[in-house]
C-alpha cells in the first residue's frame, strides 16, 4: 500500500483542494486519512508536501495513435502529468485499417488494440473512429456522395469499432476525404451512436468565415447520434472572423440549455497546426496528391504560386515546423530565392507531409473560450523524443497542460483548472473509475508544483520538457518521477469505452 501524504488533495470534481492522506492498494485508491493521521502499518509513505495532488490529466484531442507506438514511454505527455490520451481526433483514426508502426503490424482496430498492449504504453489510450479514415477503406478520395452499398460498409466499421470499445465518432471535414462528404452523410454514419451515450467529435468544416454554419452543422449531426458533441480546438480563425465570439459562445450555451450535451477543447496557444497544404484555396485543397499535380509541369506550379496569394490563411507568417525548411517563417523565403508562395509550393511538391503552424488566432478569443466551463484542454498534439529539434511540430504537444493550467486558473480558480484536464473530460468520453481521486477508482495520479508548472518551449524544437511536474502515477504504478527522469514505467492500457444500450 502506498500513503501519499503532505499534499493538498484537488480531486478533480471542482470541491475544494483537503490536505489530507490518500491511500493506494494495487491500482485503486482505496481510501483517504486526515492529514498526520496514523497511517496503516506496512503503508510505504510517498512525502509530496507543499504540493498539488490531482486526478491524472486526460488529453481531450491528442494524434499519438502511430507515434506512441514508436515512442511508448510518451514523455511529451507522460511529463506534462497526462495519463489518458483520446486519440482518433479529426476524423483520422490511422488504426482503422492495415497498418504498421514501431514494428508492428495490425488490419483494423482489434489488431491495434492488440498492438497496443503490446507495446506497453505508459499512458492509457481512448479511442474515437475517425470518418476520414473509413471513408478512405471505403471509397479512397472519390469525391461523390457514398451509393448506399458504401454508407452501408462504412456503418459496419463504424458498429465494429464501437462494440469494440470505441468512444464515439470523430470527423475532419477540412480534410480529404472528408471535405468531399455533405452533412447528410456525416449524419447517417453519426446515426451509428444513437443509444450508446458516446461522442460525435468535429474538427468542424469551417473555423473561420463559415464558423457560425459549421456550428450548426456540428450540431445537427449530434442530434443525429446521442446528442452529445465535442468541437475539436475551438477557435475563431483568421482577423476578420474574430468578432463572432460572442455569436458562438451563444449559439454552444442555447443548445446545451436545450438539452444537448455540448463541449470542446481548447490548446492554450494562438498559433494552429497542421499540413502545410492547408494553405490552398478552393479549388486546389480538394486535390488529393497536390504533390504530383504540381509536379506534372511548370504551368502547375505557376498556378498554385498564383492561387496561394488568396489563400484563406496567412502565408507570410506561417512558420514551417518539419524537413529540409524546418524552423523557417515563410515570410523569409527570400533568402531562399523566393516568394512565401513559392516556398509553400515548393514544401507542397517535395515535401508534401510537412506540417505548418500559422498565426490565426486572437489571444482575448482565447481566453474566453478557455474561461467557459464546458472547454477541457486538448493538445492536439502527438508523441514526440523530447528536445530533439528533427522530431517535432508545435509546442502544444508538450506544453498545453501547464499553460492551460496557468491560464484557467488565473481566470477561474485552480480547482476549476483541475476540473476541466480531469473529470470534464471523462464525463464526455465516458472513461470509466478516471478524472476523479476517489475511493475505487484507478490510481491515476498528477503530482506537482502549483507555482512552477509551466512551459518553455518555442515553436523552433528546441527544449520543449514542461517543469514543475512532481510524479505521475498509472494504475497506481509510478511512470514519472522528476527525480528519476530516465525510469519510465509503462503501465497504461487501452480503456474500452462500454455502449450504454
Known amino acids: 500500500m502506498k500513503a501519499i501524504c503532505g499534499g493538498l488533495i484537488c480531486d478533480g470534481t471542482g470541491s475544494v483542494p483537503e490536505k489530507k492522506t490518500m491511500l493506494i492498494d494495487g491500482e485503486y485508491i482505496v481510501g483517504f486519512l486526515p492529514d498526520e493521521a496514523p497511517l496503516p502499518e506496512g503503508a510505504e509513505k510517498i512525502d509530496v508536501s507543499g504540493l498539488l495532488v490531482c486526478p491524472g490529466f486526460i488529453d481531450s484531442h491528442a494524434h499519438s495513435d502511430l507515434k506512441k507506438l514508436i515512442y511508448p514511454e510518451l514523455k511529451t505527455k507522460l511529463l506534462q502529468g497526462v495519463t489518458t490520451e483520446v486519440l482518433g481526433n479529426c476524423g483520422a483514426s490511422g488504426y482503422m485499417a492495415r497498418n504498421s508502426a514501431g514494428g508492428y503490424e495490425w488490419d483494423g482496430f482489434k489488431g491495434y488494440i492488440d498492438a497496443l498492449a503490446q507495446s506497453r504504453q505508459s499512458v492509457n489510450s481512448v479511442c474515437l473512429c475517425g470518418h476520414n479514415s473509413i471513408r478512405y477503406i471505403v471509397m479512397k478520395y472519390d469525391d461523390r456522395p457514398p451509393t448506399a452499398a458504401e454508407l452501408d460498409a462504412m456503418k459496419g466499421l463504424i458498429r465494429d469499432a464501437l462494440d469494440l470499445g470505441a468512444a464515439g465518432f470523430s470527423t475532419g471535414l477540412v480534410y480529404l476525404p472528408g471535405k468531399y462528404s455533405d452533412t447528410e452523410e456525416v449524419k447517417a454514419l453519426a446515426s451509428c ?61 442555447t443548445a446545451r440549455s436545450a438539452g444537448m450535451r455540448v463541449f470542446a477543447d481548447r490548446y492554450p496557444y494562438i498559433y494552429s497546426c497542421t499540413g502545410i497544404r492547408q494553405l490552398l484555396p478552393p479549388p ?12 506534372e509541369s511548370n504551368a502547375h506550379f505557376k498556378e498554385v504560386v498564383e492561387a496561394l496569394k488568396h489563400s484563406p490563411r496567412d502565408v507570410p507568417t506561417t512558420i514551417v ?27 507542397m511538391r517535395d515535401e508534401p507531409s510537412v506540417h505548418g503552424a500559422f498565426l490565426c488566432m486572437s489571444e482575448d478569443n482565447m481566453r474566453k473560450i478557455l474561461s467557459r466551463s464546458w472547454v477541457s484542454a486538448g493538445s492536439d498534439g502527438m508523441s514526440y ?10 509546442p502544444r504537444a508538450a506544453g498545453t497542460f501547464p499553460l492551460f493550467f496557468r491560464i484557467v486558473s488565473g481566470l477561474c480558480g485552480v480547482t476549476e483548472a483541475v476540473r476541466r484536464m480531469t473529470s470534464l473530460p471523462a464525463e464526455v468520453f465516458g472513461i470509466p473509475k478516471r478524472g476523479v481521486l476517489k475511493e475505487g477508482y484507478y490510481a491515476d495520479v498528477a503530482i506537482f508544483d ?3 508548472f509551466n512551459s518553455v518551449g518555442d515553436y523552433h524544437g528546441g527544449s520543449q520538457a514542461p517543469i514543475g511536474m512532481r510524479c505521475v502515477l498509472v494504475a497506481g504504478n509510478v511512470a514519472y518521477d522528476s527525480e528519476r527522469p530516465n525510469e519510465i514505467g509503462r503501465f497504461g492500457r487501452y480503456i474500452p469505452i462500454s455502449n450504454a444500450i
Open 450 to 452: 502549483a507555482d512552477a
Open 284 to 295: 486546389y485543397d480538394k486535390i488529393a496528391k497536390v504533390s504530383d499535380f504540381l509536379k
Open 385 to 394: 523524443q523530447l528536445d530533439n529539434p528533427e522530431d517535432f511540430m508545435h
Open 193 to 253: 451512436l444513437k443509444g450508446t451515450g458516446k461522442v460525435y467529435a468535429s474538427h468542424i468544416r469551417g473555423e473561420g468565415d463559415t464558423l457560425l454554419e459549421a456550428v450548426d452543422e456540428a450540431i445537427a449531426v449530434a442530434k443525429a447520434g446521442d446528442a452529445t458533441l465535442e468541437i475539436s480546438h475551438l477557435k475563431t480563425f483568421m482577423p476578420r472572423n474574430f468578432g463572432k465570439i460572442d455569436a458562438l459562445i451563444e449559439k454552444i450555451e
Open 321 to 347: 515546423c518539419e524537413g529540409k525548411f524546418r524552423g523557417c517563417v515563410l515570410g523569409d523565403a527570400a533568402k531562399f530565392g523566393m516568394s512565401p508562395e513559392e516556398l509553400a509550393a515548393t514544401i
